[in-house]
């Protein structure tokens, strides 16, 4: 079945580039994303990514796809202490309607 | 124009009772899909949707049931609660269910005691 595995906790400085990674087994996936979520709060979309891509860039993210490896992140620059939240990957393919998710990376910024 | 809205935010049952959750899409999507994410999990589907019909359905029992109205909006049931139903309930809602993008609402936090 499909698998999304995230490592849990990173910790960075104000102003420092941020990478969280994520690797997914499903060869199938066809979408990527990351979704943002603070404390007692839902989840925010950030970006996704397809699977035909190998780089996205919206202002300050930068999603990196290696579909070989089956790894994607997601680089945050110039990191503020607003970016402190979880950070979730998440795949879908075309045949499915519902979103695999990861257990959640925490970023936390230091000042 | 107002994102996905849910409600209560917050509810406090106990064991075998049994709950209501309910959503609102966002303006011009028709298509739900609920979610339960545990403490410290990442959410996970369990079931989408669209037409006033369920489409598509994750890996829950059938005590978790839904509906969803004319309108768009959805209920999610649970029956018989147990304590592992304590979680983070979250909707999302869709342009249509191809839609590649789902947007969350801010969730249904459940404690069952």
């Known amino acids: 079945g499909e698998d999304v595995e995230q490592s849990l906790f990173l910790s960075v400085r104000e102003g420092d580039s941020s990478v969280i990674n994520c690797t997914y087994t499903d060869s199938s996936s066809t979408y990527l994303y990351w979704y943002k979520q603070e404390p007692g709060a839902g989840l925010q979309l950030l970006t996704y990514?397809?699977?035909?891509?190998d780089m996205k860039q919206d202002q300050r993210l930068t999603v990196l796809l290696n579909k070989k490896d089956k790894h994607l992140s997601l680089r945050i620059a110039d990191t503020q202490t607003g970016d402190s939240a979880i950070y979730f990957c998440?795949?879908?393919?075309?045949?499915?309607?519902?979103?695999?998710f990861g257990s959640g990376t925490r970023l936390q910024v230091q000042p | 124009d107002a994102g996905v809205t849910q409600s209560p935010t917050h509810l406090i049952k106990t064991r075998g009772q049994q709950v209501t959750l309910r959503c609102s899409p966002k303006s011009g999507h028709d298509t739900v899909s609920w979610y339960q994410q545990a403490l410290g999990q990442g959410p996970q589907f369990i079931f989408q949707y669209y037409e006033e019909e369920e489409r598509q359905r994750g890996n829950f029992p059938d005590r978790f049931s839904g509906h969803q109205f004319p309108n768009y909006s959805s209920e999610l049931n649970v029956n018989a609660l147990l304590l592992g139903d304590s979680a983070l309930y979250l909707c999302?809602?869709?342009?249509?269910?191809?839609?590649?993008?789902?947007?969350f609402g801010p969730g249904t936090r459940l404690l069952v005691l």
């Open positions: 999302a809602s869709s342009l249509n269910p191809e839609t590649v993008t789902q947007y």
């Open positions: 990514i397809f699977s035909n891509m």
């Open positions: 998440a795949e879908k393919d075309t045949g499915r309607r519902a979103l695999t």
